[in-house]
Protein backbone atom coordinates (compact mmCIF):
# COMPACT_ATOMS: atom_id res chain seq x y z
CA UNK A 1 0.00 0.00 0.00
CA UNK A 2 1.25 3.50 -0.93
CA UNK A 3 2.29 6.18 1.97
CA UNK A 4 0.31 8.36 2.38
CA UNK A 5 1.46 11.70 1.40
CA UNK A 6 2.14 14.91 3.68
CA UNK A 7 0.58 18.13 2.80
CA UNK A 8 1.00 21.14 5.33
CA UNK A 9 -1.60 23.77 5.32
CA UNK A 10 -0.62 27.21 6.13
CA UNK A 11 -3.99 29.40 7.00
CA UNK A 12 -4.62 32.20 9.11
CA UNK A 13 -8.29 30.88 8.70
CA UNK A 14 -8.71 28.33 11.59
CA UNK A 15 -11.99 27.18 9.97
CA UNK A 16 -10.78 27.19 6.76
CA UNK A 17 -7.64 25.24 7.98
CA UNK A 18 -9.96 22.87 10.23
CA UNK A 19 -11.94 22.41 6.96
CA UNK A 20 -9.18 21.19 4.30
CA UNK A 21 -7.63 19.46 6.91
CA UNK A 22 -10.63 17.12 7.38
CA UNK A 23 -10.84 17.15 3.46
CA UNK A 24 -7.62 16.09 3.07
CA UNK A 25 -7.38 13.49 5.90
CA UNK A 26 -10.39 11.61 3.93
CA UNK A 27 -8.14 11.39 1.23
CA UNK A 28 -5.73 9.59 2.86
CA UNK A 29 -3.29 12.64 3.38
CA UNK A 30 -1.34 12.72 6.11
CA UNK A 31 -1.96 16.62 7.42
CA UNK A 32 -0.02 19.02 9.13
CA UNK A 33 -1.05 22.63 10.14
CA UNK A 34 0.36 26.31 11.09
CA UNK A 35 -1.08 29.56 11.30
CA UNK A 36 0.90 31.90 8.69
CA UNK A 37 4.12 32.26 6.48
CA UNK A 38 6.74 31.75 9.35
CA UNK A 39 5.13 28.82 11.64
CA UNK A 40 5.10 27.54 7.64
CA UNK A 41 8.38 28.11 7.22
CA UNK A 42 9.27 26.74 10.48
CA UNK A 43 6.75 23.52 10.13
CA UNK A 44 8.26 23.05 6.67
CA UNK A 45 11.70 22.87 7.81
CA UNK A 46 11.13 20.12 10.44
CA UNK A 47 8.88 17.95 8.66
CA UNK A 48 9.80 18.73 5.12
CA UNK A 49 5.87 17.89 3.54
CA UNK A 50 5.26 16.55 -0.08
CA UNK A 51 3.23 19.39 -0.42
CA UNK A 52 1.94 22.40 1.08
CA UNK A 53 -0.91 24.21 0.41
CA UNK A 54 -1.04 27.59 1.54
CA UNK A 55 -3.34 31.19 1.64
CA UNK A 56 -1.52 34.42 0.35
CA UNK A 57 -2.91 37.04 3.41
CA UNK A 58 -1.67 36.40 6.60
CA UNK A 59 0.22 38.06 9.89
CA UNK A 60 3.80 37.83 10.38
CA UNK A 61 5.10 36.19 6.63
CA UNK A 62 2.35 36.03 3.74
CA UNK A 63 2.43 32.92 1.30
CA UNK A 64 4.55 34.68 -1.26
CA UNK A 65 7.44 35.46 1.76
CA UNK A 66 6.80 32.19 2.58
CA UNK A 67 8.00 30.52 -0.63
CA UNK A 68 10.53 32.84 -1.58
CA UNK A 69 12.17 31.80 2.17
CA UNK A 70 11.07 27.99 1.07
CA UNK A 71 13.58 28.58 -2.29
CA UNK A 72 16.45 29.43 -0.09
CA UNK A 73 16.72 26.05 1.71
CA UNK A 74 17.94 23.49 -0.18
CA UNK A 75 15.67 20.89 2.01
CA UNK A 76 12.39 23.04 1.38
CA UNK A 77 13.62 24.34 -2.27
CA UNK A 78 11.75 21.63 -4.47
CA UNK A 79 7.75 21.05 -2.09
CA UNK A 80 5.39 21.65 -4.04
CA UNK A 81 3.04 24.33 -3.10
CA UNK A 82 -0.26 25.49 -4.19
CA UNK A 83 -1.84 28.59 -3.60
CA UNK A 84 -5.56 29.00 -2.14
CA UNK A 85 -6.66 32.40 -2.76
CA UNK A 86 -10.80 33.98 -1.90
CA UNK A 87 -9.72 36.70 -4.49
CA UNK A 88 -7.71 34.76 -7.69
CA UNK A 89 -6.46 38.27 -8.79
CA UNK A 90 -4.38 38.50 -12.04
CA UNK A 91 -1.35 40.07 -9.99
CA UNK A 92 -1.50 37.38 -7.43
CA UNK A 93 -1.73 34.43 -9.91
CA UNK A 94 1.04 36.16 -12.36
CA UNK A 95 3.13 36.36 -9.03
CA UNK A 96 2.60 32.67 -7.73
CA UNK A 97 3.26 31.32 -10.99
CA UNK A 98 6.88 33.22 -11.13
CA UNK A 99 7.82 32.10 -7.84
CA UNK A 100 7.03 28.33 -8.96
CA UNK A 101 3.90 27.58 -7.61
CA UNK A 102 2.50 24.18 -8.70
CA UNK A 103 -1.41 25.68 -8.97
CA UNK A 104 -3.20 28.47 -8.26
CA UNK A 105 -6.95 27.69 -6.34
CA UNK A 106 -9.60 30.20 -5.80
CA UNK A 107 -11.85 29.24 -3.04
CA UNK A 108 -15.14 29.18 -3.27
CA UNK A 109 -14.66 28.84 -6.93
CA UNK A 110 -13.45 25.17 -6.71
CA UNK A 111 -15.08 22.29 -5.11
CA UNK A 112 -12.83 20.07 -2.52
CA UNK A 113 -13.39 17.07 -4.66
CA UNK A 114 -11.25 19.24 -7.42
CA UNK A 115 -8.77 20.83 -4.85
CA UNK A 116 -8.13 17.25 -3.82
CA UNK A 117 -7.82 15.84 -7.81
CA UNK A 118 -5.28 18.72 -8.36
CA UNK A 119 -3.27 18.81 -5.90
CA UNK A 120 -2.93 14.68 -6.08
CA UNK A 121 -1.82 15.18 -9.93
CA UNK A 122 1.16 16.56 -8.85
CA UNK A 123 2.54 13.47 -7.69
CA UNK A 124 1.81 11.84 -10.95
CA UNK A 125 4.44 11.82 -13.00
CA UNK A 126 4.77 12.63 -16.88
CA UNK A 127 5.23 9.56 -19.10
CA UNK A 128 3.43 7.20 -16.92
CA UNK A 129 1.69 4.54 -19.65
CA UNK A 130 -1.56 3.28 -18.98
CA UNK A 131 -2.94 0.02 -20.92
CA UNK A 132 -6.77 0.31 -21.10
CA UNK A 133 -9.23 -2.08 -22.16
CA UNK A 134 -10.78 -0.85 -25.54
CA UNK A 135 -14.48 -1.60 -26.72
CA UNK A 136 -14.23 -2.01 -30.67
CA UNK A 137 -18.37 -2.07 -30.67
CA UNK A 138 -19.06 0.91 -28.57
CA UNK A 139 -19.85 4.57 -29.42
CA UNK A 140 -17.21 5.61 -32.32
CA UNK A 141 -15.49 2.28 -32.39
CA UNK A 142 -15.93 1.46 -35.61
CA UNK A 143 -15.97 5.20 -37.22
CA UNK A 144 -12.44 5.08 -35.53
CA UNK A 145 -11.39 1.50 -37.13
CA UNK A 146 -12.50 2.78 -40.77
CA UNK A 147 -10.63 6.34 -40.53
CA UNK A 148 -7.26 4.68 -39.43
CA UNK A 149 -7.43 1.71 -41.52
CA UNK A 150 -7.67 -0.83 -38.88
CA UNK A 151 -9.72 -4.27 -38.81
CA UNK A 152 -13.32 -3.59 -37.09
CA UNK A 153 -12.43 -6.33 -34.21
CA UNK A 154 -9.32 -4.47 -33.75
CA UNK A 155 -7.52 -7.37 -33.42
CA UNK A 156 -4.26 -7.48 -33.87
CA UNK A 157 -2.63 -7.52 -37.88
CA UNK A 158 0.56 -10.58 -36.10
CA UNK A 159 -1.23 -12.68 -33.60
CA UNK A 160 -4.90 -11.68 -33.76
CA UNK A 161 -4.88 -10.55 -30.10
CA UNK A 162 -7.95 -7.66 -28.99
CA UNK A 163 -5.72 -4.56 -28.97
CA UNK A 164 -5.35 -2.14 -26.13
CA UNK A 165 -5.38 1.52 -26.13
CA UNK A 166 -1.80 2.36 -24.32
CA UNK A 167 -1.98 6.03 -22.94
CA UNK A 168 1.22 8.27 -22.08
CA UNK A 169 0.75 10.54 -19.72
CA UNK A 170 2.04 14.06 -20.99
CA UNK A 171 0.79 16.48 -18.48
CA UNK A 172 -0.82 15.54 -15.12
CA UNK A 173 -2.14 18.85 -14.22
CA UNK A 174 -4.15 19.18 -17.78
CA UNK A 175 -4.86 15.65 -17.92
CA UNK A 176 -3.53 15.52 -21.64
CA UNK A 177 -2.36 12.19 -22.85
CA UNK A 178 -0.92 10.39 -26.15
CA UNK A 179 -2.27 7.39 -27.04
CA UNK A 180 -1.92 4.17 -29.61
CA UNK A 181 -3.44 0.89 -29.98
CA UNK A 182 -0.63 -2.24 -29.03
CA UNK A 183 -0.46 -5.82 -28.56
CA UNK A 184 -0.60 -7.15 -25.18
CA UNK A 185 0.36 -10.18 -26.50
CA UNK A 186 3.36 -9.73 -29.13
CA UNK A 187 3.93 -6.04 -28.65
CA UNK A 188 2.71 -4.70 -31.94
CA UNK A 189 1.87 -1.09 -32.56
CA UNK A 190 0.02 0.95 -34.60
CA UNK A 191 2.16 3.65 -35.89
Not at 162 to 178: A, E, G, I, Y
Request: aromatic letters at 8%; hydrophobic letters at 45%.
Amino acid sequence: MEKSKKILLVDDDVVLREMYAEIFQNANFEVIQASDGLEGLDVATKEIPDVIFTGIVMPRMDGFDMMEALKKTVMTANIPVVISSHMGRGEDQDRAKKLGAKDFIVRGITRPIEVIERISSIFIEAGKEYKLEFNPFALDAQELAKDLHFEASFLCLECKEKLVLNMQLKDPQSRTFDAHFVCPKCGWEAK
